[in-house]
């Protein structure tokens, strides 16, 4: 059995590698894929929480950040394709001169 | 020696979610992505969670990087992409992803084998005879202690989830659509 302090820093870890590509990359696809590892860590998170807890609810929690993740890629890369439709650039500085 | 596979498994992930928001081509942090989620999965299997494994391999490295990667397709068209596209295919740019993905193979053959002494029902049920041979042993939450309470207390969530999926979807189709931008550069009464 994996120690949970192990999982523990390995989720922090995960997660800080991607807090570290919403802030340095100004590409909006490398974003989109850095809130994708954050998430995954958060997964790594519930799942080893309903492990030790002993029961499914982690995993339910799981499923629901699943339906988030899919949901969030969705409107993001139509957002991605919209500003790349418009601006024919990926970064995201380009838009603080949008007038809205 | 489940731990130790789990340090191998996390540090594919780790190195490859690094790799990954670090890349300059889109292509290669995908292919660096993929691989970390399959260490993870590989990770929901080490903890007893092989439902949530199975998910992870065909939402997150199946649905959502098919997603990704017809995007990125999409962005890159014209002869600037070909030349691209012949600069992307040259096989010793892909060693990274690769020597990620056989550390994993390797840990999978090595779950399979004889070596790691749960072989001999492996085959047949492969959760059971870990949790029978192993002594210190994982007991797996599987499919139908996870379905049973979505349809009880956690019905509520289910179909709140539904909803959101319709209203991403509804989304997705509205701020994607072409003929848009006329109506966006022309009034803005179309809105």
């Keep these: 059995m994996i120690a949970e302090h192990y999982l523990l820093f390995f989720s922090i870890a995960l997660f800080s590698i991607g807090v570290y590509g919403v802030m340095v990359r100004r590409n909006l696809l490398f974003m989109l894929i850095s809130i994708e590892v954050m998430l995954n860590a958060i997964a790594v998170l519930f799942v080893a929480g309903s492990r030790y807890h002993n029961n499914s609810d982690g995993q339910i929690m799981y499923l629901l950040i699943l339906t988030l993740a899919a949901s969030e890629v969705a409107i993001g890369l139509g957002l991605l394709i919209q500003l790349y439709r418009r601006r024919h650039t990926l970064d995201v500085d380009q838009l603080s001169k949008m007038k809205g | 020696m489940i731990t130790i596979l789990f340090f ?4 594919v992930a780790l190195t490859g979610a690094l790799l990954t928001v670090t890349r300059r081509n889109a292509v290669h942090a995908l292919l660096y992505l993929v691989i970390t ?3 993870i999965a590989l990770i929901f299997f080490l903890l007893g969670a092989p439902f949530a494994a199975a998910l992870q391999i065909i939402v997150y490295a199946g649905a959502v990087m098919v997603l990704f990667v017809f ?13 691209q596209e012949a600069m ?5 740019r892909s060693v990274g992803a690769t020597l990620l993905c056989f550390i994993l193979l390797g840990e999978l053959l090595f779950l399979l084998s004889p070596l790691s002494g749960f072989s001999d029902q492996a085959n047949l049920n492969q959760q059971q005879s870990i949790a029978s041979t192993l002594p210190n042993t994982v007991e797996t939450i599987g499919a139908k202690e996870i379905g049973r309470p979505l349809f009880g207390p956690y019905l509520l969530l289910v179909e709140i989830s539904a909803l959101m999926l319709l ?3 509804i989304g997705a189709f509205h701020i994607g659509r072409r003929h848009q931008e006329k109506s966006m550069t022309g009034g803005e009464d179309d809105r």
């Design chain 2, 37 to 39: 989620m399959l260490a």
């Design chain 2, 8 to 11: 191998i498994a996390a540090a």
């Design chain 2, 167 to 169: 209203s991403a979807l």
């Design chain 2, 71 to 83: 995007v990125t397709m999409m962005l890159h068209q014209g002869q600037a992409s070909l030349k």
């Design chain 2, 88 to 92: 992307l295919f040259q096989p010793e």
